[in-house]
């Protein structure tokens, strides 16, 4: 079992960046392939970004890729999501999730854990 805390989120202009991290506790977080998830108000929460475990291979939706990069460190238990050129439709709240598989990492029902997520609002 992988218990996921967020952080990093905040207020920030259009336009700007922010780093989002995510830490794991448990000895074989590097077994897990993980996920950033949002949700914005009234929508359903929709996948940003994945990685496998070995992160050999990235994911990322359409609307954020060329901008957000997400990246991990198996020996700190972390995973991050440096957000740059941020538009004000990326305000959300944000979810780190962890996933047993390493395939079909955009689909939400592949995620076993998540974490409490961190707000992020962009102003315009």
């Known amino acids: 079992q992988v218990q996921l805390v967020e952080s990093g989120g905040g207020l920030v202009q259009a336009g700007g960046s922010l780093r989002l991290s995510c830490a794991a506790s448990?000895?074989?977080?590097?077994?897990?392939?993980m996920g950033w998830f949002r949700q914005a108000p009234g929508k359903e929460r929709e996948f940003v970004a994945g990685?496998?475990?070995?992160?050999?291979?990235?994911y990322y939706a359409g609307s954020v890729k060329g901008r957000f990069t997400i990246s991990r460190d198996n020996a700190k238990n972390m995973v991050y999501l440096q957000m740059d050129s941020l538009k004000p439709e990326d305000t959300a709240v944000y979810y780190c999730?962890?996933?047993?598989?390493?395939?079909?990492?955009?689909?939400?029902?592949?995620?076993?854990?998540w974490g409490q997520g961190t707000q992020v609002t962009v102003s315009s």
């Open positions: 999730a962890a996933s047993t598989t390493e395939s079909s990492l955009t689909d939400i029902r592949r995620y076993d854990y």
């Open positions: 448990g000895r074989t977080f590097s077994r897990y392939s």
């Open positions: 990685m496998t475990w070995s992160g050999g291979i990235l």
